[in-house]
């Protein structure tokens, strides 16, 4: 079987003979602290090797849920913020038909599968309402802590809705709940009202929860294979678990973001040449944006989507300010083909393209995008997934979950903390005057006068 495979090449231009080899030590330190568990943030390390050991029964009985999603409704709504939503966001929309949403139910065999809770917005929710009201539905609500304005407003409201269509006791076979094991709102919750529940494990944060129930139970009940998905990402667990930097794809990555970095490549800008794989780049953000961004650190990660945004952030990306580097995920093989059809009249000028797949055009336009930012300064480090399926999906994730917690050690910062998220939190609490913060309130008002 083919392996994920972390390309290099085209950045030999930026990093000077023997320059990687130099952070084999600080990587091999590294390593040791994440699979001693001895480093920083040593408790969230559960998702290292949970494709792995994964809990069997846990699987068997979260795919029986699944099925009963699917069983129940036409519509499953997700609600959930951050890592809580991003990464089954990510694995729908990358793994189903692009417009499944408006595919029948029989060609889809899922129901759809819609978002809320991840903004406050009273258009989208309202919006979202007329639109499933009618509909068969499920939810699945998805917090760590349970404790989630975004998540708890929206999960409020849909309840309320919910229990207005089946009663109490019906609403009550439609909710899903993932959460902490015993802490929170939600697991009170569970408790009261007797919700089919799944579990977050202690040692997994947030973001790094997406091969967890957080992520699968979404995903299967959207019909995607999850046992290819965790197998995927278990034999990534050892290709990307070797010691050695040489060998390990995903500690070159993070060795050579730092390079970049230290030569002042402080944007990484993540690219991708497949629509499906938008919700990706989303979640990917996420990961290193909340593990890296701290301590007046970090590598800002952004995404374009190609070749859509060749023709807006393409002129920035080869001529704009030299601050960027741009890591690309590639995709070998389509799953379908369609191709240029002859036209002797050419009135187009595109009949030397007749008899090529799209893929064929994308894979030179990918190449031609990389060599012209080569030339305009900006590094290239490619991903080469061998295709877009459940298996590879879940070694992608677990590439880009390994490489993030190396590249926060490397940085020197704890890639499991997000101690910046509770100062807007707390702010937002005490203006909409949430008992126990009525100083803070007072202190708030007056810098708004
Ligand atoms: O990575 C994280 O910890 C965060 O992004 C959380 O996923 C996000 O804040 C949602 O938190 P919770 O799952 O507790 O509702």
Redo the contacts with the bound molecule.
């Keep these: 079987m083919k392996e994920l495979v972390f390309d290099h090449s085209y950045a030999v231009p930026f990093v000077r003979p023997g320059e990687l080899e130099l952070l084999e030590p600080q990587a091999a330190a590294a390593h040791r602290q994440l699979h001693d568990k001895t480093g920083a943030g040593s408790s969230f390390l559960g998702w290292l090797d949970l494709p792995e050991r994964y809990d069997r029964a846990e699987l068997a009985r979260l795919k029986e849920a699944a099925q009963r999603i699917q069983d129940q409704c036409e519509a499953l709504i997700v609600i959930?913020?951050?890592?809580?939503y991003l990464g089954a966001r990510a694995a729908i929309s990358a793994l189903s038909h692009s417009f499944s949403d408006l595919l029948s139910r029989d060609a889809r065999r899922a129901p759809r599968v819609f978002f809320a809770g991840h903004a406050i917005s009273d258009k989208y929710l309202h919006d979202l309402i007329e639109l499933v009201a009618e509909k068969d539905l499920a939810l699945n609500v998805?917090?760590?802590?349970g404790t989630?304005t975004e998540?708890a407003i929206a999960f409020r409201i849909l309840r309320e809705l919910m229990e207005k269509k089946y009663g109490a006791e019906g609403a009550r076979e439609r909710i899903y709940v993932t959460t902490d094991a015993s802490k929170g709102a939600l697991r009170k919750m569970v408790q009261s009202e007797g919700y089919t529940s799944f579990v977050i494990p202690d040692d997994v944060?947030?973001?790094y929860s997406v091969l967890t129930p957080v992520g699968l139970l979404p995903m299967a009940a959207a019909g995607i294979d999850v046992d290819a998905l965790l197998e995927g990402a278990a034999a990534a667990c050892s290709w990307f678990g070797r010691p050695e930097l040489k060998d390990n794809g995903a500690y070159q990555y993070a060795a050579l973001r730092s390079i970049f970095q230290r030569k002042g490549k402080n944007i990484e800008i993540l690219v991708n040449y497949e629509p499906s794989l938008f919700y990706f780049s989303e979640w990917w953000k996420?990961l290193f944006g909340?593990s890296e961004g701290k301590d007046q650190k970090g590598i800002f990660p952004a995404s374009v989507n190609f070749t859509t945004d060749l023709h807006s952030m393409g002129q920035f990306m080869q001529d704009g300010a030299r601050s960027i580097f741009a890591t690309t995920v590639w995709v070998d093989r389509s799953p379908v083909e369609v191709v240029v059809p002859h036209d002797p009249k050419d009135e187009d000028g595109c009949e030397y393209l007749a008899g090529k797949s799209l893929s064929c055009i994308n894979a030179k336009a990918f190449q031609g995008t990389v060599l012209a930012h080569t030339d305009g300064g900006v590094p290239n480090l490619v991903v080469n997934v061998p295709e877009l399926n459940p298996f590879y999906f879940g070694a992608l994730i677990y590439f880009f979950e390994k490489a993030c917690a190396m590249s926060g050690y490397l940085q020197g910062v704890n890639p499991f903390d997000?101690p910046g998220?509770e100062l807007y939190k707390r702010n937002m609490y005490a203006l909409l005057g949430r008992p126990g913060f009525e100083e803070e309130r007072k202190a708030l008002e007056q810098r708004l006068k």
């Excluded at 959930?80 to 809580?84: A, D, E, K, L, N």
């Excluded at 998805?142 to 802590?145: A, E, H, N, R, V």
């Design positions: 959930g913020i951050g890592g809580s998805i917090s760590k802590s989630t998540q944060g947030g973001r996420q909340e997000q998220v």
